[in-house]
């Protein structure tokens, strides 16, 4: 994949092999308070890839993630959803498009005083008509895709850091999304489980064809689940250029995206 700069993504044709756009950012600057964190941010997210958002500390990532889900509008540019301007059309739609989008937290967002099957029926309880059988069938179901099948009546603290992962995940994935997003994954998980939750990302992108959206400093799952990647520079507050990370790590013209894929060891 060739390497795509900044000045040029805003004019990039349609994806090389065909696929469309899950998600597009053109010429996005979201930041609070009338301060922009990120500017001019033009990129393409292509439906079922493993879309990987990095950059060092304070550059923005969790941000863009926001703006990517509709909680965060842009102080300019247009955010697209499977070809749907998220701020141009009326807060119900906006609303129902929102929730084609699946989300898992960092710290995995539990209620505590939930078992692991009310966690995951929750958004079946409160965006569907579905009967109690029902409900319990799918979260029981969900739990299963993410290797926790028989854990439905235990609770948050009765589990592991990377089972509580896990179960976030199923959560996430309980509205069936197009897309899922996920917020630095593997954060506080050992080496082993960090691993395991990154197959698990590949094998539901490519058992369910979903497009899942990563942000993560983390080099061994940038190269190991990534498909495609943008660069966040906090210095400059904009993006620095998209691609392949192992193409970038080896052939980016931007020194600093070199630096940060190897880790400084140049």
């Known amino acids: 994949m060739n390497v795509v700069n900044a000045s040029h993504s805003a004019n990039a044709g349609p994806a090389l092999d065909g696929r469309p756009a899950q998600m597009e950012l053109q010429g996005v600057s979201i930041g609070y308070g009338g301060r922009p964190v990120q500017q001019d941010l033009n990129f393409r997210i292509r439906r079922g890839d493993v879309f990987i958002v990095m950059g060092g500390s304070g550059c923005g990532k969790s941000t863009v993630m926001r703006c990517l889900t509709g909680l965060v509008e842009p102080m300019a540019g247009r955010v697209l959803v499977a070809g749907a ?16 989008n699946g989300v898992m937290y960092q710290s995995g967002a539990l ?13 079946l309880e409160q965006y569907t008509d579905l009967g109690t059988a029902q409900v319990r ?7 299963a895709l993410v290797g926790l099948a028989g854990f439905g009546d235990y609770y948050p603290s009765e589990i592991s850091g990377g089972m509580r992962k896990r179960v976030g995940v199923a959560r996430a994935m309980a509205l069936d999304p197009d897309t899922l997003l996920f917020d630095e994954p593997s ?4 080496p082993l489980s960090a691993r395991r939750l990154d197959d698990l990302i590949l094998q539901l992108r490519d058992s369910l064809g979903t497009t899942m959206v990563v942000v993560t400093h983390e080099l061994d799952s940038i190269f190991s689940i990534g498909d495609d990647a943008v ?20 052939a980016s013209e931007h020194r600093l995206v070199r630096e940060f894929l190897n880790r400084g060891n140049l």
């Not at 301007?85 to 084609?100: H, K, N």
């Not at 069938?137 to 739990?143: E, F, G, M, Q, S």
């Not at 660069?231 to 080896?250: E, I, Q, S, V, Y």
Request: no cysteine.
């Open 231 to 250: 660069f966040l520079d906090a210095a400059t507050g904009t993006m620095l250029t998209t691609g392949n990370p192992r193409h970038l790590r080896d």
């Open 187 to 190: 954060a506080g998980l050992d």
């Open 111 to 123: 209620w505590s005083s939930m078992t692991l099957r009310e966690n995951v029926a929750l958004p």
């Open 85 to 100: 301007s998220l701020w141009d059309v009326s807060a119900a739609e906006r609303a129902q498009i929102m929730r084609r």
């Open 137 to 143: 069938a799918i979260a029981d179901y969900k739990l």
